[in-house]
């Protein structure tokens, strides 16, 4: 069974602060998916990486797939209330046939205004 | 304009009393997935379908059964829910592309 870890599993932050949350694991992946989800909402896709080294960038998050592509991070510039909510990294494999999606085991990230 | 949407967003039921959860969609997609989320935790995956072909998750409780009777439309039934059972419960589909695409999903309260 693949693991995906990420951590921290909980971080709170002042606003304007930067932090990392790292998404690791044991296999490799095809790809790996960044979410965010806010309280009482679905999770929302924020990027896809699939190139061992790719770096992507969406506003004032990077996001970084390992030469490897077995672990990921993502960073937030100068953070935002905003940017409260759970992030989740997500990779994709093959389980008997079908694509199966595996979940990280999530972040909570507060920031505090 | 949402693109996978679960009725109700929230669904308050009796210990034991049946209830069933919905999902539609607009993206045609083949794939599509039913989650079940407790608190700050990752979803966790109860069925999949590929198309009509159902997959059940190893360790997905009887009490859940699901139907998919067309290409739009998904349903989760608990049949008999405990206490346990309350959480939020996601739907989501999959593209070519691979990518999911969740609905807001069902915040369930058992009482």
């Known amino acids: 069974t693949q693991l995906l870890e990420q951590s921290p599993q909980f971080l709170s932050i002042q606003e304007g602060e930067n932090l990392t949350v790292y998404c690791n694991s044991s296999s490799v992946f095809s790809s790996l998916q960044w979410y965010r989800q806010e309280p009482g909402e679905g999770p929302v896709l924020l990027v896809t990486v699939v190139t061992g080294g790719e770096v992507k960038k969406l506003k004032r998050l990077t996001f970084q797939f390992g030469d490897a592509r077995k672990d990921s991070s993502l960073h937030i510039t100068a953070a935002q209330p905003g940017d409260t909510g759970l992030y989740l990294c997500a990779a994709q494999s093959r389980a008997g046939g079908y694509q199966k999606v595996t979940f990280g085991t999530g972040t909570k990230l507060q920031v505090i205004p | 304009d949402a693109m996978v949407i679960q009725n109700p967003r929230y669904q308050v039921t009796q210990f034991g009393k049946p209830v069933t959860l919905s999902c539609s969609q607009t993206?045609?997609?083949?794939?599509m997935y039913w989650y079940q989320q407790k608190s700050s935790q990752a979803p966790k995956l109860l069925f999949h379908y590929y198309d009509k072909d159902f997959n059940n998750e190893a360790d997905t409780p009887d009490n859940f059964q699901s139907r998919r009777p067309n290409t739009s439309f998904c349903f989760l039934d608990i049949r008999s829910p405990g206490l346990g059972d309350a959480a939020m419960y996601l739907c989501a589909t999959r593209g070519r592309e691979g990518i999911q695409y969740f609905g807001a999903g069902t915040r369930l309260s058992v009482l």
């Open positions: 993206l045609n997609h083949n794939v």
